[in-house]
């Protein structure tokens, strides 16, 4: 019983931090599709920090030089340039060497107000995620947080290199661009794996425009909209789910 509430647990911290990356690092920070409250952001930004070790500032950095570059010399990590297998288990180590590119965040963010988690040093937010390793272990013991701890990690990294490598490649296309959309990804990506659409309409909220497309995320952002914490921006996409 334990160790099944202890899984379960372990998943619902990873969808969490799924749902944290879609809403606030992607849809609401990097393309404003959205606005969230201060307090929503600082409590996302939290989480990721000690659950990822994300710094939201990088993370918008590297995405938006994704899109000015998609599938061209340029894009960070580009099924078409590195290779398919490449970005799928080497995503992380792509996104590192573009993230730590000083250049790359000063082009691509200068519109970027930190908050106050921000304001600490470099060093915390970028160890912040063994905070999660102690709040596993303090959860589960020393063994099995260890182990909760390193699962979420190198599921939360496949999960988003998925979206970049196969939901380039492998897929169908609503719109005339290199990404593709996977029903199956987006269910386990927060609608991330609707990346065609995504890549039409880079600063709609939602991402699910046709068909029998889900956008697991799009439902939190209007609970959120309701409780004054998200402002949604007019969708640009209104006549693509009308086509």
């Not at 911290?13 to 952001?41: C, D, K, M, N, W």
């Amino acid at each position: 019983m334990h160790l099944v509430l202890g899984a379960v647990i372990t998943l619902v911290i990873l969808q969490v931090s799924v749902f944290f990356t879609t809403i606030y690092l992607h849809r609401a920070l990097t393309h404003r599709g959205l606005e969230l409250h201060p307090a929503a952001v600082f409590f996302m930004h939290l989480e990721l920090m000690l659950f990822t070790g994300v710094i939201p500032r990088e993370w918008a950095a590297v995405h938006r030089k994704h899109h000015h570059h998609s599938d061209e010399e340029g894009d960070p990590h580009s099924p078409y340039l590195y290779g398919l297998w490449t970005v799928l288990f080497g995503n992380y180590f792509l996104y590192r060497k573009e993230a730590r590119n000083p250049e790359t965040v000063r082009k691509y963010t200068p519109d970027y107000k930190p908050d106050p988690i921000d304001r600490l040093p470099y060093q915390v937010q970028n160890f912040g995620v063994f905070g999660g390793l102690i709040i596993f272990m303090l959860m589960f013991g020393w063994a099995w947080g260890l182990a909760a701890w390193a699962f979420h990690i190198v599921a939360y990294v496949l999960l988003n290199s998925m979206v970049n490598s196969l939901c380039h490649m492998i897929g169908y296309r609503n719109f005339d661009n290199l990404a593709t959309n996977i029903r199956l990804v987006a269910l386990l990506t927060g609608g991330e794996g609707l990346h065609n659409n995504h890549h039409e309409f880079p600063s709609s909220a939602t991402l699910a425009l046709k068909g029998r497309e889900f956008d697991p995320a799009w439902p939190i952002i209007l609970v959120l909209e309701k409780l004054k914490l998200a402002r949604i921006k007019p969708l640009p996409v209104e006549h693509a789910k009308a086509a």
